[in-house]
């Protein structure tokens, strides 16, 4: 979408409001019944571009940007359900995820189960009368847990429900979740989509009928929405998120290999290794593995911290699909808040570490990681 100047950039329409050429043209906007612009909560020029190529990249009828990912997952999830409705969702998934399922959506009357992912069976258990909803993560954050998507997305259709699916490690480039029976697919595009460590957003993709009925409003009617300035950054992000990605994940490849080879680790996951316990799957639903890997020092968290502040290149951080390679200590950061027995139910040790790969030189993060490993094991 060009202006009448026809710049090559996208036009940034930082704008809280527009103005009409007469009473009838505020009305009929008002009314619906002319397609323009109204407020930039409800939409936005430049927001609106970026929800067009958002829905393309993934292959959806639409789409509707947040001003975070946790906006989004929150809105796909209170947009579509009310007292009485009942949500499924493994165990295993992000620290502010397990907050909105197992303690906000409660306070609202809304029942969840959470379940082990990698059961079939136990997510068919907990299917009920009133299950509306099921979500996941594939992979999991940060065990790098795989859900048989396809297999979930049956259970939930034969029970009159949808499947939500975060696919934000995975990106829409490395996996397709409504290829695989997926109703909604949520993103935080803070991650691989901005890329750069500059900006929040979030993003909500569904069928039109999905959107419109339960999402569009929801969203016009509470305010999560996203800056113009971020979509125009975002959009920017999405220019070369795959030559991006495609670095990322063979950095990731690289590295995992070295690292999983240190006596010091007790275990590493990365999807696309075959020793990962769900490598077959994973390989199935995604095209690669991705630009993270976690790890499980021995030693615990003296060992773990003892790796982080040994290196120099790789910065600790929480987040992940920076152009930067980042570190991150789940159990005292991202997951901190869920408690030991949570923890350890979902497979978060005190010795994992979450790493996600940048656009160093790989040569140089194996350097660093080499000065981790010593450090550690010191």
Known sequence: MRSQ????????????GYVYPTMETAEARFKGEDKGFIYSRFSNPTVSMFEQRMAMIEGAEAAR?????????????????????H????????????FVIDELLPRFGI????????????????????????????PTNPQLGIIDIAAVADIAHKGGARLIVDNVFATP???????????CVVYSTTKHVDGQGRCLGGCILGSEEFIQTHIHNFLRQTGPAMSPFNAWVMLKGLETLP???????????????????????????YPSRPDHPRHALAMRQMSGGGSVFAFDLKGGKEAAFKFGN??????????LGDAKSLLTHPATTTHQRIGPGARAM???????????CGLEDVEDLIEDVAAGLAAAAA
């Not at 949500?87 to 397990?98: E, I, Q, T």
């Not at 480039?173 to 109703?183: I, R, S, T």
């Not at 979902?346 to 996600?356: N, Q, V």
């Open 310 to 319: 040994a290196l120099r290149i790789i910065k600790i951080s929480n987040n």
């Open 346 to 356: 979902s497979g978060i040790g005190e010795g994992m570490l979450r790493l996600s």
């Open 65 to 85: 940007a947040t001003a975070s990912g946790m906006a989004a997952v929150t809105a796909s999830l209170l947009g579509q359900l009310k007292a009485g409705d």
């Open 87 to 98: 949500v499924v969702a493994p165990r295993a998934m992000f620290g502010s995820c397990l």
């Open 173 to 183: 480039l490395l996996q397709k979740p409504f290829e695989l029976g997926a109703d």
């Open 111 to 138: 029942a969840s189960t959470l379940v082990d992912g990698d059961s079939l069976d136990q997510w068919r258990a907990a299917m009920r009368p009133g299950t509306k909803a099921l979500f996941l993560e594939s």
């Open 243 to 269: 030559v991006r990605l495609a670095q990322q994940q063979s950095n990731a490849g690289r590295l995992a290999d070295f690292t999983a080879a240190s006596p010091h680790v007790e275990r590493l996951l």
């Open 5 to 16: 100047f026809g710049e090559t950039s996208e036009a940034l329409y930082l704008t809280q």
